[in-house]
């Protein structure tokens, strides 16, 4: 009887490993992907704040 629960607990155990395998490999790829939209974001802001990103605001500086 001991080893037959033994068998069903180690069953438990490897399908909750096996979920949270899962788990973790899916908020690795969200965490990739949150990091990817993070930087995209930052080299737009910095493109835009230092000129490079739009000719009007080098036009405008110009004429002054």
Do not use: P
Not at 6 to 23: D, F, K, P, Q, W
Not at 29 to 58: E, H, K, P
Request: aromatic content about 2%.
């Amino acid at each position: 009887m001991g080893a037959v629960v033994s068998c069903i607990e180690s069953i438990c155990r490897t399908i909750g490993n096996c979920l949270m395998a899962i788990v973790n490999g899916i908020a690795s790829v969200l965490q990739a992907i949150i990091g990817a939209i993070a930087s995209l974001f930052d080299i737009i802001i910095s493109c835009v704040t230092c000129g490079r990103g739009g000719g009007r605001r080098r036009r405008g500086t110009s004429h002054v």
